[in-house]
């Protein structure tokens, strides 16, 4: 699992998973997820180039939408293919990790401009 993060303004950052959210890859992205969920208002999680999600994995999107809902920011996920869209909506999920399909409305959903 790769995560690349890049700031939005000062109050929102854009998180790049790439690979597999299975226990090694969750491993990886615990700490950096967590830390920007505390500190920023808003938060991208692109995960066009996530290939596999496991409970771990959710587990660690869920604490960090919820620490953002405890701040009055919000989480969203953008692009997850299809197999890892239809294990979040399975789940019942998409409520608390809601799925967007472009950078603008992204960036809409977390109240930040595209071009920031």
Known sequence: ???VTSEIGSSAARVALSGRL????AEV???????????????????SAVSFIASIGIR????AA???SRRGGRLVLLNPNSLVLEVLTTSGLTSL???VHSEAEAASAI???PAA
């Open 22 to 25: 299975d226990i090694e890859g």
């Open 66 to 68: 919820k620490a953002q």
């Open 1 to 3: 699992m790769e995560i």
């Open 97 to 99: 990790l809601p799925v």
């Open 29 to 47: 992205v615990a700490l950096p997820l967590a830390t920007l969920a505390g500190a920023k208002q808003g938060l991208i999680i692109d995960m």
């Open 111 to 113: 109240g930040v401009s």
């Open 60 to 63: 660690h999107l869920v604490s």
